[in-house]
Antibody
Framework: EVQLVESGGGLVQPGGSLRLSCAAS????????MHWVRQATGKGLEWVSA???????YYPGSVKGRFTISRENAKNSLYLQMNSLRAEDTAVYYC?????????????????????WGQGTMVTVSS | QSALTQEASVSGTVGQKVTLSCTGN????????VGWYQQISHGAPKTVMF??SLPSGIPDRFSGSKSGTTASLTISGLQPEDEADYYC???????????FGGGTKLTVL
């Protein structure tokens, strides 16, 4: 069964650090781009970071310089190191797998959609 | 403001066909596969469409399409269990970022 399982969430004080993990199973982890997405209570989904199969990384301005995404293909694992945490980082964090691209009868599109999500891990930043 | 534009709310009756839309530009929807995600009571998102594929276990009353820079999710034969928040998302190469819509709250009357 294709599965993603997050862990590592918890309560941390402002300015603190936390490392999230995402364990992948049922597929060739090294062949897929992976992302972290979060959702604060009552808010929409917010993209947090991405890592390509070649190890290239991407971040939005809200977390750049504070968060680091990484992967360990030998362990089928994705990580998110979160430093200098703020109250506004409080959210459920999900890891997600990017599906491949496709071609319709008229056009071809690169991969940009998530096909698999984890169940999420809660991060609370509070004193 | 979200990079992708979705209706804030849509409603329909049981058995009706409803269509949710997601509008972007040539840098995102025009170039990349779009995903549609269902979220019930703020549980984990569930993918109901990715690119032109229906995930295993998703009823075939769900279908997706794309025309230029607008993607659509159609639910034919609306069911009570379809009531949820629906988000669209894709990659934007000019931003080098994954972009999301603000979400559509689907109510089944």
């Amino acid at each position: 069964e294709v599965q993603l399982v997050e862990s590592g969430g918890g309560l941390v004080q402002p300015g603190g650090s936390l490392r999230l993990s995402c364990a992948a199973s049922g597929f060739t982890f090294s062949s897929y781009d992976m992302h972290w997405v979060r959702q604060a209570t009552g808010k929409g989904l917010e993209w947090v970071s991405a890592i390509g199969t070649a190890g290239d990384t991407y971040y939005p301005g809200s977390v750049k310089g504070r968060f680091t995404i990484s992967r360990e293909n030998a362990k089928n694992s994705l990580y998110l190191q979160m430093n200098s945490l703020r109250a506004e980082d409080t959210a459920v964090y999900y890891c997600a797998r990017v599906s491949g691209g496709y071609c319709s009868s008229t056009s071809c599109y690169e991969g940009g959609a998530f096909d698999i999500w984890g169940q999420g891990t809660m991060v609370t930043v509070s004193s | 403001q979200s990079a992708l534009t979705q209706e804030a709310s849509v409603s329909g009756t049981v058995g009706q066909k409803v269509t949710l839309s997601c509008t972007g530009n040539s840098n995102n929807i025009g170039s990349y596969a779009v995903g549609w995600y269902q979220q019930i009571s703020h549980g984990a998102p569930k993918t109901v469409m990715f690119g032109n594929s229906l995930p295993s276990g998703i009823p075939d009353r769900f279908s997706g399409s794309k025309s230029g820079t607008t993607a659509s999710l159609t639910i034919s034969g609306l069911q009570p269990e379809d009531e949820a928040d629906y988000y669209c998302s894709t990659w934007d190469y000019s931003l080098s970022a994954q972009v999301f819509g603000g979400g559509t709250k689907l109510t089944v009357l």
